[in-house]
């Protein structure tokens, strides 16, 4: 057995994943072969592995410098693409950068090059201008999400960024959607296409709920009720909108997140964070969530507003029944409203009444350290069930930081919780504990 094969065995042990699904195997193999390599494929459906495999397995840990440079058009997915690659142990240094974080905190990260380096447009840009890492040994270029990244408010920053890249032997473009032009500037030839879109979600349900009023926020009430408690999204257009949702929601004790560009970095992240690890069912979002972000398999979407592109549609349904597990997509629709031509005849869907869904149970904990204090989750699960006197059911998700982390813990257990561990030593570390 080679080398290569052995080491992707170990990863996808770490992963908790027993085999690659076809979409990933076929990419791999285009992607190890071709120059020039297209992946098109559903949300879901494990994209970013399947390029960060390959592209891993031909990085050369003689070069010291940057190999390798992944674009993406939002700084969550930039996040999350860290994310993976760390949870990959492949050894190999991955550092993200995208604006609304410090220039400082960048500069300090790569003064050691990592060999991956994940980012949006602007501050990838923002960095070859300024010199801050050496471009001279980047060979590979990857653009996720590519129809969002290559759209005309990115072109500039796009152009700029492949004409600094003089020795690329290797280009990776993936999307969600088909038929997106790619402008000259990529240079792309004779790429190679690995396309599953076709393989769409077939476990989707798309139905439609009927407003008597125009204001449709009674029924979206009405609704929730009607699906229980379940992990799903509403979809709205503008932040107005939301804000005005959120707040008939938080008047009905329906507690939820938010999730829209114009939030703080800090407090996007950590709306997702409470979304993934329980402490809210519900998330309220623009189509920037509807994209490869990380969060958790949802039973349901709601189209509170409808999108003005049938692209947009698609990417929102694209974020229930992932991976051919079941999901439904709701449209909610004012009795008078016309329908657009990319919605065909969704099932009318009857409310049945039932209560407003209960509270989560868990509620979110930060803890003051994280990697760089060599803290584990394992540390943190000690001392929360230890000192904090804790069991493991009322212990739940763990998502360790580089300097902090966020625990969920039953509502019930976490005044205690905090009274017995906030204060005290973890590794070499005094860590604070509160509530998030």
């Known amino acids: 057995m080679s080398k290569s094969i052995k080491n992707q065995q170990k990863i996808l042990e770490?992963?908790?994943?027993?085999?690659?699904?076809?979409?990933?195997?076929?990419?791999?193999?285009?992607?190890?072969?071709?120059p020039e390599t297209i992946v098109l494929s559903p949300t879901g459906t494990g994209k970013t592995l399947a390029f960060l495999l390959p592209v891993i397995a031909n990085l050369d840990p003689k070069i010291s410098e940057v190999q390798a440079v992944i674009i993406v058009p939002s700084r969550e997915l930039a996040i999350q693409i860290e994310q993976v690659a760390r949870e990959m142990g492949s050894g190999y240094k991955i550092s993200a950068v995208y604006?609304?974080?410090?220039?400082?905190?960048?500069?300090?990260?790569?003064?050691?090059?990592?060999?991956?380096?994940?980012?949006?447009p602007g501050r990838i840009a923002d960095h070859l201008r300024r010199g801050t890492f050496n471009e001279s040994e980047?060979?590979?270029?990857?653009?996720?999400?590519f129809d969002k990244s290559l759209e005309i408010g990115f072109e500039e920053e796009m152009s700029e960024i492949i004409a600094a890249l003089p020795v690329l032997e290797?280009?990776?473009?993936?999307?969600?959607?088909?038929?997106?032009?790619i402008p000259a500037?990529?240079?792309?030839e004779k790429a190679v296409e690995v396309n599953y879109l076709d393989e769409a979600i077939t476990a989707l349900d798309v139905k439609a709920v009927i407003s008597p009023k125009k204001d449709k926020l009674e029924t979206l009430v009405a609704t929730l009720s009607h699906i229980g408690n379940q992990p799903g999204i509403i979809f709205c257009n503008y932040k107005d909108t939301i804000q005005r949702v959120s707040d008939y929601l938080s008047s009905h004790k329906i507690s939820h997140g938010c999730?829209?560009?114009?939030?703080?970095?800090?407090?996007?992240?950590?709306?997702?964070i409470k979304f993934r690890n329980g402490t809210h069912q519900l998330i309220i979002a623009t189509d920037l969530a509807a994209r490869g972000i990380d969060i958790p398999e949802l039973k349901f979407i709601i189209h509170y507003q409808l999108p003005i592109h049938p692209e947009e549609?698609?990417?929102?349904?694209?974020?229930?029944?992932?991976?051919?597990?079941?999901?439904?997509?709701?449209?909610?629709?004012?009795?008078?409203?016309?329908?657009?031509?990319?919605?065909?005849?969704?099932?009318?869907?009857?409310?049945?009444?039932?209560?407003?869904?209960?509270?989560?149970?868990?509620?979110?904990?930060?803890?003051?350290?994280?990697?760089?204090?060599?803290?584990?989750?394992?540390?943190?699960?000690?001392?929360?069930?230890?000192?904090g006197k804790l069991n493991n059911d009322q212990l739940g998700i763990i998502e360790l930081k580089k300097d902090c982390a966020f625990v969920a813990v039953k509502a019930a257990k976490v005044n205690q919780l905090i009274q017995f561990v906030d204060n005290t030593k973890l590794k070499k570390k005094k860590v604070r504990v509160r509530i998030l």
């Open 99 to 120: 604006g609304g974080r410090a220039f400082a905190k960048d500069r300090e990260d790569l003064k050691h090059s990592p060999a991956l380096l994940v980012g949006t």
């Open 138 to 145: 980047i060979k590979t270029l990857i653009l996720d999400e």
């Open 259 to 272: 999730f829209y560009g114009g939030m703080e970095q800090k407090d996007r992240e950590r709306a997702l």
């Open 14 to 34: 770490k992963l908790g994943i027993q085999e690659l699904n076809p979409m990933q195997q076929e990419a791999q193999h285009v992607i190890h072969v071709h």
């Open 185 to 188: 500037f990529v240079g792309i």
């Open 170 to 181: 290797k280009k990776i473009l993936t999307s969600a959607t088909q038929g997106v032009e």
């Open 313 to 387: 549609f698609t990417h929102r349904n694209g974020r229930t029944a992932r991976m051919h597990k079941k999901g439904t997509a709701y449209v909610l629709q004012w009795e008078d409203d016309v329908l657009p031509s990319f919605i065909e005849n969704p099932t009318i869907e009857p409310l049945k009444e039932a209560p407003i869904p209960d509270p989560s149970p868990w509620e979110t904990i930060f803890v003051s350290g994280g990697r760089k204090d060599k803290i584990s989750k394992g540390d943190i699960a000690g001392l929360f069930c230890k000192q």
